[in-house]
């Protein structure tokens, strides 16, 4: 069964600084995807950033990008310039597909990331 | 709308009494998830339909627990003998079969068992 920590419970990062959430998971998969998951206050959950596990190229989305170890099963997850729309619960998450389908995704415990001004 | 809707957005019940939520996905997505949020902890996975295919059970953690997709379309999460244990955000999602993993979730259902 695949596994996914999220060892840090909270973080808090001064306005328009950096901050880096981390991720480690377990899987004896070799084809996977990771996700990091945005929830804000308002409880919907949104997508931020998605890296299938067979490019070797770290995803990026504007502000956001992530470092994928792949060998170490790490998958952190970078804010750069962070604003105060950035505060929100983040979940790290995996998914192995079956038979080239989607399949169910196993997230973390999530992270509380607060901006101060 | 144009997103996945959740109802109702807030149930209290008492212990024993049976409890249906229900979500509404985006047109148009084949898949649809059903996942438990409690209180400091994280997304626990319920329960997974993708198109006409047998649905993924696997995360369902009693056999009070059932749900069902209608038409592939409309699904309701049915909680039957509530206990207190059962209080949490239930959270249901969709997605594209094309976009592995991008979920689109609504607001959630919050359940209060007293």
């Known amino acids: 069964a695949q596994t996914v920590t999220q060892s840090q419970p909270e973080m808090s990062v001064q306005e328009a600084e950096t901050v880096t959430l981390s991720c480690t998971y377990d899987?004896?998969?070799?084809?996977?995807?990771l996700f990091w998951y945005k929830q804000p206050p308002s409880r919907q959950m949104i997508l931020v950033i998605r890296?299938?596990?067979?490019?070797?190229q770290n995803a990026t989305e504007n502000r956001f990008s992530v470092n994928f170890q792949k060998a170490a099963k790490s998958f952190s997850l970078k804010i750069s310039d962070s604003q105060l729309g950035d505060t929100a619960m983040y979940f790290c998450?995996?998914?192995?597909?079956?038979?080239?389908?989607?399949?169910?995704?196993?997230f973390g415990k999530g992270i509380t990331l607060s901006v101060r001004p | 709308g144009a997103g996945v809707s959740q109802s109702p957005s807030n149930k209290v019940t008492e212990k024993g009494k049976d409890v249906e939520l229900r979500c509404d996905p985006i047109?148009?997505?084949?898949?649809l998830y059903w996942y438990r949020q409690s209180l400091g902890q994280g997304l626990e996975f319920l329960i997974y339909f993708q198109g006409n295919s047998a649905p993924d059970k696997s995360g369902l953690p009693s056999d009070r627990f059932s749900a069902e997709r209608t038409g592939g379309s409309v699904s309701t999460l049915t909680i039957q003998r509530t206990q207190q244990e059962d209080s949490a955000v239930y959270l249901c999602?969709?997605?594209?079969?094309?976009?592995?993993?991008?979920?689109?979730f609504g607001e959630g259902s919050r359940l209060t068992v007293l």
């Open positions: 899987t004896s998969e070799n084809n996977y995807y």
């Open positions: 890296q299938e596990a067979y490019k070797q």
């Open positions: 999602a969709s997605s594209l079969a094309i976009r592995a993993g991008e979920l689109f």
């Open positions: 998450a995996f998914m192995s597909p079956r038979d080239g389908a989607n399949s169910k995704l196993t």
């Open positions: 047109s148009g997505h084949t898949a």
